[in-house]
């Protein structure tokens, strides 16, 4: 899943951050959850975005059809490590390359369907598109909503051929760091310039510091209409 990605984002240490809040928290068997009440068995799924693939990995496990990809090999690379599914993870630029046809395709905080037709490429693809995006960035106060959920809402209701459904899921993605250099390192790499203003919301715990982290998403279940 790739939360933050861009060109060449899953580096070492990346990947390390990321695993740690991936195997302390519920978030993404709780996502999976979600995800598998809009999916059937029978289904051909591919995942576009996957990043280190660990909800794809879940799927996998529960039985699904699923195919992982992604354009970043460092990320794949980790995939196929922690899962052993080498020959479902594949790399699949999918912002300047068709995408084979499925059945469904699965994006989770990945892809931009407003842009440049990418919903319509999509769709003749695929007849039902799982597009799961972010609400919000940030924390406590500082916390700010995204117009994002509703301006997909507008762009969506004013689309011509299709149907959809939103709904809403909130899980815990708290980010464990090993100690006050590893936390004043993760807060300059993902806050940048508001790296202070977030460093006050980093808490003490048994095991060395933690960030909280409530990730409030909008899912679109989106399906060509026939």
Known sequence: MSAYQSEAWWDDERIRWYDKAAVQTEFHSLLAKEIEKHISKEERILELGAGLGYVSEILMNDGYDLTASD?????LAAAKKRTGFNDRFI????EKEETPQIDTLLMIFFGRIKENGNLEKYLRSAGKIIYIISEHRGQGEDSRRFREPDDTVSFLEKTPGITFSHHH??????????NEEDA????KRMYKDSADKYAKYIIHDNDGLLLPNEKHTSIFIIRRSL
């Open 169 to 178: 899921f909130s899980a815990a993605f708290n980010q464990p760091l090993d």
């Open 71 to 75: 354009n970043d090999e460092n990320a």
């Open 91 to 94: 790399l699949l630029d999918s």
């Open 184 to 187: 004043t390192r993760f807060l």
